[in-house]
Every structure is written in structure tokens, then in C-alpha cells.
């Protein structure tokens, strides 16, 4: 049994006044993308979105509108690690958790699928992508330290997939914030496999980047 959280709780501010995750993609909300391929996807089992109480109600009203069966909305919390750790106590009788952004719009079944069999060597596989740019590693006033050795490093993305035991016991550990769940299971000890995830897999976080996904997603018409 798979269980998929979708992260969506968060309040926007980069975005000015437009809530992200309703924002119009592609003749559908952003969300919507992401949730519909869990949906449709047969490996899934159940959906949990995490959502704030601003959006909530929207996100219950967009649930009927779309046939959303496997889903479940739910408050999410003040951080993103709050959201997936009440995400956690939502899902049922699952053996793997996917963890994915809300703000992501272009999951695949591909990628849930490769996620899945990577996960199997390790009990942990995250999205992610080698870097293209030079990375410099700089002091908090803007000196180069060094530049750091590019074929190494990865940018990561979501999905993350885990046992449900790896991930429950990350978080029942956690004790300081963490930007994704890979780092909560890090601090454990755990081996996480990355594997191959998409460069057009962004994250919507600006305007800039909202107009960036419009034409990704003109481009998967």
C-alpha cells in the first residue's frame, strides 16, 4: 500500500497575494496537477493534502469537483515538517509514504513509479537532478570559501519516498527544522537512494516561476 502526502499548507508570501496553489496552470489549479496523478495513478492508494485554513474549504470544494475518492484534506501546520508529520497520523495500512509539494505541478507516474523501485534497495529514495551550474560555497557576507565539486552534487526535488516506519520514526525523532524529509531521515543514520527526477519538475515559489510552469505546461498539450 502506497500513501501519498501533498504538501500545500504553505502561506504564499513570495507570491504577493496569490495563493500558489489555486493559482491557475494549464485550465486547471496548480494543486490539481499534482493530486490528479495521484489519483489516476494505480500504485497510489490513498491522498492526504495538507492545505491552511485559508484554503481548506477550497480545497474540499475542488476535492467534489474533481472526483478526488482517494484524497483526504486536512490542516496542515505551521512548517512543512508539521504538515507531513500530522500527514502521517492521516494515512492507513500504508508500507510506503510518498511525500510530495503541493507546489510541484509536474509529477509523473514515471516518477512515482522509479521512486518506488529505487526505494526498494533502501527503504528511502528522493527526486533530484545533477546541478548544471558552478555551486560556491560563501561566507554570510558574500566571500567565496571555495567552489565546490560539481559532478557530486544533486539538487533535490519531490517526490521522497520511505518505509512508513523510516519516515514516522524521522519524525517522532525530529527535534530541529529541516527543508525536506530526506534530511529528517538522514539525521537517523538512514541510506536514501537518489534517483533521477526531471528538470521541468520546478517548484513554483514566485511569479516568475508560475510563468515558467504555464509554459511547461503548454508545452505537455
Known sequence: MVGAI??????????????KIFAPLGGKPLLAWSVDICQECSLVHQVVVALND???????????????SKAVMYLGGARRQDSVREGLHKLRDCH?????DGARPFLTSDLIVNGLE??????????????????????????????LQ???????????IFTFDIITEAYKELTVEV???????????????????????????????LALAEIIAQDLF
Open 6 to 19: 501533498i504538501v500545500a499548507a504553505g502561506s504564499s508570501q513570495r507570491m504577493g497575494n496569490v495563493d
Open 96 to 100: 510506503w509514504v510518498m511525500v510530495h
Open 179 to 209: 527543508t525536506d524529509d530526506a534530511a529528517a531521515v538522514e539525521r537517523l543514520g538512514y541510506k536514501i537512494r537518489l534517483y533521477m527526477g526531471a528538470y521541468n519538475n520546478i517548484k513554483v515559489t514566485t511569479q516568475e516561476d
Open 54 to 68: 485559508e484554503s481548506l474549504e477550497m480545497g474540499q470544494k475542488l476535492k467534489e469537483e474533481r472526483s478526488w
Open 118 to 147: 529505487t526505494a526498494r534497495e533502501t527503504g528511502a529514495a528522493v527526486a533530484a537532478v545533477p546541478v548544471k551550474d558552478s555551486i560556491k560555497l560563501a561566507t554570510s557576507d558574500g566571500l567565496i570559501k571555495k567552489t
Open 150 to 160: 560539481r559532478d557530486k552534487l544533486w539538487a533535490t526535488q519531490t517526490p521522497q
